[in-house]
């Protein structure tokens, strides 16, 4: 049985095997946090990951900038954004940075964008995850998103629907803050990146600011529905704009100096919030372009480039600029156990097909063919689609008197880029989206929100986006993000 003594003993003997070989309590506490840290990144870029690809490449090299000034430079950085609409941003150890899509529907430029993300970098740089984790022992805010990497379930369901509203989980740990001191910290941190990548640091303020004003929006609703709200970390009790110890601050960071370009001013930021979507607005079926999705039945496919496309029912026709061009499909419900073919020989009646040939892909079975012309009718080319259960069955022809070879190859690109709708289109370009606007002069955000689908509060989350919260009008020939 081992005495007081001697427990003592083997405390010290462990102190020593730590500090001899190079590892101290806190390193192993800190290895743990990275690790958790890890296996978050890898079900968080699994199941929430903001499915546009260029959206997180530029992210990526914003940020890669940014730690190329920071004190970190040399070590591996991973930058994502995240498809949740709250309005947060945070880092965890083994430096995973994550920017909520909610956040950048409200940020207003690149240089806010740097500075959002140089604050979540200094927090790192100093160590606030890891002081934190260590003074409790375990991150409250790792163990919650380590439970949800490994599956656990929560109280509100399952792991899967709980990285649905990270935001939230997340929001009771890593993005409640590190405390007044720690957050001006890495404001100067991300201030100073700022100024040494090329931007303004005032961008330091005019983000959080913009965030601010999101909150105090927040409250107002929250009191109105009778519901609590928090904010992004790194808000202070007073308005950013009157506070004067960030003020001065930032003030003491520096600034460009006179005749010196600012990042940013290339559009790049403004080409990429062309499209973005806008929170939960799912909508049901959408024309973008030359291709037409539908959400309820789950298929997509591209018209010729130029056609008009008009849909009504379950009957979509698309119509060419001349020559009486037209592609007409219906959807029908597939109660028969038949082949692609049989459904078009014996089920539609078109017996006398010639030229077949499958259109079975990967995700579709599908068989087309021409229909020689008749006293009624041209020559037409039809074809039909198996999917879900469904057959979508097209009909497509020119005038009688016209050339059908260029045509019919304009129908068979139809017909072959029918398929089912992927990640990027349920979730991105099936919802409401943002897109920029020139005003013409007397424009106002009421008349904006006249013409704006957003049901609640559209000229409050109109003048968010655009910083005139909560007051001020657009002036003549200004750009502003609205949504369609």
């Given amino acids: 049985m081992v ?18 070989s190079g590892f101290s309590p806190i390193a192993i506490a800190e290895s743990k946090a990275e690790k958790q840290g890890r296996e978050a990144y890898e079900k968080l870029n699994s199941e929430s990951r903001y499915p546009d690809e260029e959206l997180q490449a530029y992210v990526s090299k914003l940020g890669n900038l940014m730690v190329s000034q920071s004190e970190m430079a040399d070590e591996k950085w991973t930058f994502t954004v995240l498809n949740d609409p709250t309005i947060n941003a945070f880092v965890t150890p083994g430096r995973f940075v994550y920017i909520n899509s909610g956040l950048l529907t409200y940020i207003q430029s690149e240089a806010q964008l740097a500075g959002v993300i140089g604050h979540e970098i200094g927090h790192l740089v100093h160590r606030h995850p890891e002081k934190r984790s260590t003074a409790s022992g375990l991150s409250k805010a790792l163990s919650t998103i380590a439970a949800i990497a490994v599956g656990v379930t929560t109280g509100s369901g399952t792991a899967a629907n709980a990285t649905n509203s990270l935001g939230s989980l997340a929001g009771t740990a890593l993005v409640t803050g590190y405390g007044r001191e720690n957050e001006l910290e890495a404001d100067e941190a991300g201030a100073r990146y700022l100024l040494a990548a090329g931007y303004p640091p005032d961008a330091m303020i005019d983000g959080i600011a913009t965030l601010k004003d999101h909150e105090r929006f927040e409250r107002l609703k929250a009191k109105e529905e009778g519901r609590k709200v928090s904010g992004y970390h790194g808000l202070f009790s007073t308005h950013p704009r009157n506070d004067k110890r960030l003020q001065n601050l930032v003030r003491e960071v520096g600034g460009l100096k006179e005749g010196q370009v600012s990042r ?4 790049e930021f403004e080409r990429q919030m062309e499209g973005f979507k806008f929170k939960d607005y799912p909508l049901v079926t959408r024309t973008n372009g030359s291709r037409y999705l539908n959400r309820p039945m789950d298929f997509t496919l591209a018209y010729p480039s130029g056609w008009k496309i008009k849909s009504r029912g379950s009957i979509i026709q698309a119509r060419g600029p001349s020559d009486g061009a037209v592609i007409q499909m219906r959807v029908k419900k597939l109660k028969e156990d038949v082949s692609p073919e049989q459904y078009l020989k014996e089920s539609r009646g078109f017996s006398n097909l010639i030229d077949g040939e499958s259109l079975d892909s990967d995700t579709v079975k599908g068989y087309t063919g021409r229909v020689p012309a008749s ?3 041209p020559e ?38 029918f398929r089912p709708l992927n990640d990027y289109e349920k979730n991105i370009a099936l919802s409401r989206h943002i897109t920029w606007q020139q005003v013409p002069p007397g424009t106002t955000f009421a008349k904006l929100a006249e013409q704006s689908p957003i049901k609640k509060f559209a000229e409050e989350e109109l003048r968010l986006m655009n910083g005139y919260y909560p007051y001020g009008e657009p002036k003549a020939g200004e750009w502003l993000k609205v949504v369609r």
């Fill in 380 to 417: 037409r080319r039809v074809a039909v689609m198996f999917h879900k259960k469904r057959a979508f069955l097209f009909v497509a022809q020119v005038d009688k008197d016209k050339q059908n070879s260029f045509y019919d190859t304009l129908f068979m690109a139809t017909f072959w880029s």
């Fill in 375 to 377: 006293d009624k009718y």
């Fill in 3 to 20: 005495n007081a003594f001697n427990k003592g003993l083997v405390v010290v003997a462990c102190l020593l095997l730590f500090s001899t």
């Fill in 264 to 267: 940013g001013l290339d559009g």
